[in-house]
């Protein structure tokens, strides 16, 4: 590991799912099916921005997430409850405030290492032949 990466260490903070051993292979089909549902909910980009920024700002209320998001509080809680639905976020009411929070880091490890090979797939093709 190199630099920060927050996702590695999390695994051990309350009420906060990480990674864990490695899934029998082949995958079990009731198991790509489980996969399949992560990816569909994972496959909107607000959705990945909101699972990134929780990462890196911890615990932070609709309002917030919506005006950083650029988005209505409306549709930023749409994306907000399909990612609580799928278990990757928790949500808690303080008053009239929701407040949301990681609660999967495997997702967050899975966007992180999705974002790295992207990055060096597009330095590789700045600069072909190495």
């Known amino acids: ?4 990466e927050p996702w590695a260490d999390r695994g051990a903070e309350p009420g906060v799912r990480g990674m864990s051993a490695d899934p ?8 790509t099916e489980l996969v399949a549902g992560r990816f569909r909910v994972l496959s909107h980009p607000a959705r990945v921005w909101l699972i990134d920024y929780l ?3 911890g615990e932070t209320n609709v309002q917030a997430l919506a005006d950083e998001l650029g988005a209505t509080q409306q549709n930023a ?5 399909l990612l ?9 009411r303080e008053g009239r405030v929701v407040w949301y929070r990681l609660a999967d880091t495997g997702a967050f490890a899975l966007i992180h290492t999705s974002a790295a090979d992207i990055l060096g797939e597009l330095g590789a093709l700045d600069h072909p032949g190495g």
């Open 24 to 31: 029998p292979r082949p995958i079990p089909a009731p198991l």
């Open 84 to 92: 609580v639905q799928a278990g990757l976020l928790d949500r808690r």
């Open 77 to 81: 809680s749409r994306h907000l409850g």
């Open 55 to 57: 990462e890196w700002h």
């Open 1 to 4: 590991m190199t630099g920060h």
